[in-house]
Protein backbone atom coordinates (compact mmCIF):
# COMPACT_ATOMS: atom_id res chain seq x y z
CA UNK A 1 0.00 0.00 0.00
CA UNK A 2 1.16 3.39 -1.06
CA UNK A 3 1.78 5.94 1.55
CA UNK A 4 0.05 9.52 0.81
CA UNK A 5 1.79 12.56 2.15
CA UNK A 6 0.13 16.12 2.10
CA UNK A 7 1.26 18.79 -0.17
CA UNK A 8 2.13 20.79 2.60
CA UNK A 9 4.89 18.00 3.99
CA UNK A 10 6.01 17.22 0.28
CA UNK A 11 9.73 17.53 0.63
CA UNK A 12 10.28 20.79 -2.14
CA UNK A 13 13.42 20.52 -4.62
CA UNK A 14 15.22 23.61 -5.05
CA UNK A 15 14.09 25.57 -7.95
CA UNK A 16 15.93 28.40 -10.00
CA UNK A 17 14.02 30.84 -7.97
CA UNK A 18 15.35 29.35 -4.34
CA UNK A 19 18.54 30.15 -6.31
CA UNK A 20 18.33 33.76 -7.27
CA UNK A 21 17.20 34.45 -3.85
CA UNK A 22 19.92 32.73 -2.11
CA UNK A 23 22.65 34.75 -4.12
CA UNK A 24 20.82 37.49 -3.71
CA UNK A 25 21.09 37.29 0.17
CA UNK A 26 24.55 36.04 -0.23
CA UNK A 27 25.23 39.65 -1.87
CA UNK A 28 23.82 41.21 1.03
CA UNK A 29 26.01 39.42 3.40
CA UNK A 30 29.14 40.02 1.47
CA UNK A 31 28.05 43.69 1.09
CA UNK A 32 27.58 43.60 4.95
CA UNK A 33 30.74 42.06 5.65
CA UNK A 34 32.39 44.41 3.58
CA UNK A 35 31.23 47.60 5.63
CA UNK A 36 31.32 45.86 9.09
CA UNK A 37 34.99 46.17 9.05
CA UNK A 38 34.49 49.41 10.59
CA UNK A 39 34.26 48.11 13.49
CA UNK A 40 34.19 48.98 17.15
CA UNK A 41 37.39 47.48 17.82
CA UNK A 42 39.27 48.83 14.95
CA UNK A 43 37.06 52.33 15.74
CA UNK A 44 38.29 52.48 19.07
CA UNK A 45 41.90 51.36 18.66
CA UNK A 46 42.41 53.95 16.15
CA UNK A 47 41.12 56.46 18.74
CA UNK A 48 43.57 55.33 21.15
CA UNK A 49 46.92 55.40 18.76
CA UNK A 50 45.81 58.75 17.59
CA UNK A 51 45.84 59.83 21.42
CA UNK A 52 48.77 58.21 21.70
CA UNK A 53 50.46 60.05 18.62
CA UNK A 54 49.02 63.06 19.53
CA UNK A 55 49.94 63.27 23.25
CA UNK A 56 53.45 62.11 21.69
CA UNK A 57 53.72 64.96 19.76
CA UNK A 58 52.60 67.79 22.61
CA UNK A 59 55.63 66.19 24.82
CA UNK A 60 58.21 66.50 21.85
CA UNK A 61 57.24 69.96 19.99
CA UNK A 62 58.31 72.57 21.83
CA UNK A 63 59.83 76.14 20.41
CA UNK A 64 59.81 74.61 16.66
CA UNK A 65 61.51 71.95 17.28
CA UNK A 66 61.10 68.19 18.22
CA UNK A 67 62.58 66.21 20.52
CA UNK A 68 61.78 63.38 21.84
CA UNK A 69 62.83 63.10 25.68
CA UNK A 70 63.43 58.83 25.33
CA UNK A 71 63.20 56.29 23.33
CA UNK A 72 60.27 54.44 24.93
CA UNK A 73 57.97 57.20 23.15
CA UNK A 74 60.09 57.41 20.24
CA UNK A 75 59.17 53.31 19.96
CA UNK A 76 55.69 53.82 21.30
CA UNK A 77 55.12 56.11 17.93
CA UNK A 78 56.94 54.24 15.34
CA UNK A 79 54.55 51.42 16.43
CA UNK A 80 51.95 53.72 16.68
CA UNK A 81 52.07 54.39 13.03
CA UNK A 82 53.03 50.55 12.00
CA UNK A 83 49.29 50.09 13.99
CA UNK A 84 47.83 52.92 11.28
CA UNK A 85 49.92 51.33 8.31
CA UNK A 86 48.62 47.92 8.92
CA UNK A 87 44.97 49.03 9.72
CA UNK A 88 45.12 50.98 6.18
CA UNK A 89 46.34 47.64 4.57
CA UNK A 90 43.87 45.40 6.39
CA UNK A 91 40.73 47.35 5.03
CA UNK A 92 42.23 48.09 1.73
CA UNK A 93 42.75 44.07 1.60
CA UNK A 94 39.44 43.47 2.91
CA UNK A 95 37.25 45.45 0.81
CA UNK A 96 38.97 44.91 -2.52
CA UNK A 97 38.52 40.96 -1.57
CA UNK A 98 34.63 41.63 -1.06
CA UNK A 99 33.83 43.64 -3.88
CA UNK A 100 35.72 40.82 -6.24
CA UNK A 101 33.56 38.31 -4.62
CA UNK A 102 30.84 40.19 -5.37
CA UNK A 103 31.57 40.45 -8.93
CA UNK A 104 32.26 36.53 -9.24
CA UNK A 105 28.68 36.10 -7.05
CA UNK A 106 26.90 36.87 -10.80
CA UNK A 107 28.99 34.21 -12.12
CA UNK A 108 27.72 31.26 -10.04
CA UNK A 109 25.36 29.47 -12.03
CA UNK A 110 24.04 26.68 -9.01
CA UNK A 111 23.68 25.90 -5.75
CA UNK A 112 26.97 23.73 -6.00
CA UNK A 113 28.92 27.42 -6.88
CA UNK A 114 27.63 29.22 -3.35
CA UNK A 115 28.53 26.12 -1.12
CA UNK A 116 31.27 25.25 -2.53
CA UNK A 117 33.34 28.04 -3.95
CA UNK A 118 31.72 31.16 -2.27
CA UNK A 119 31.78 29.80 1.13
CA UNK A 120 35.34 29.17 0.52
CA UNK A 121 36.56 32.37 -0.27
CA UNK A 122 34.72 34.25 2.25
CA UNK A 123 35.47 31.63 4.39
CA UNK A 124 39.68 32.88 3.99
CA UNK A 125 38.98 36.58 3.74
CA UNK A 126 37.28 35.97 7.19
CA UNK A 127 40.76 34.19 8.32
CA UNK A 128 42.80 36.74 6.67
CA UNK A 129 40.97 39.50 8.56
CA UNK A 130 41.21 37.84 11.95
CA UNK A 131 44.59 37.45 11.31
CA UNK A 132 44.85 41.54 11.04
CA UNK A 133 42.63 41.94 14.15
CA UNK A 134 45.26 39.82 16.28
CA UNK A 135 48.53 41.84 14.53
CA UNK A 136 46.78 45.17 15.43
CA UNK A 137 45.81 44.22 19.03
CA UNK A 138 49.54 43.17 19.28
CA UNK A 139 50.56 46.09 17.88
CA UNK A 140 48.18 48.41 20.13
CA UNK A 141 49.32 46.60 23.33
CA UNK A 142 52.93 47.04 22.19
CA UNK A 143 52.29 50.64 21.72
CA UNK A 144 50.30 51.52 24.61
CA UNK A 145 52.93 49.80 26.79
CA UNK A 146 55.98 51.52 25.08
CA UNK A 147 54.08 54.76 25.74
CA UNK A 148 53.02 53.84 29.01
CA UNK A 149 56.87 53.27 29.92
CA UNK A 150 57.90 56.48 28.00
CA UNK A 151 55.53 58.42 29.62
CA UNK A 152 56.21 57.65 33.25
CA UNK A 153 60.23 58.29 32.51
CA UNK A 154 59.03 61.93 31.39
CA UNK A 155 57.19 62.44 34.14
CA UNK A 156 59.74 61.10 36.74
CA UNK A 157 63.12 62.86 34.86
CA UNK A 158 61.21 65.82 34.35
Known amino acids: METVVPKDRQEVLPSKDNFA ?3 QNLLDETQKYMYQQS ?5 VSRSLIFGIIGTIWVLTYAEGKIHVPNYWLLF ?3 SGLLFLLTDVIHYFWDSMSYQRE ?11 DLDKIHENIMDN ?3 RSNGFLVVKFII ?3 SSVLFTCGLYLKITLS
Open 21 to 23: ERK
Open 39 to 43: SKFSS
Open 76 to 78: SLI
Open 102 to 112: LYRLDKYECQE
Open 125 to 127: INK
Open 140 to 142: LII
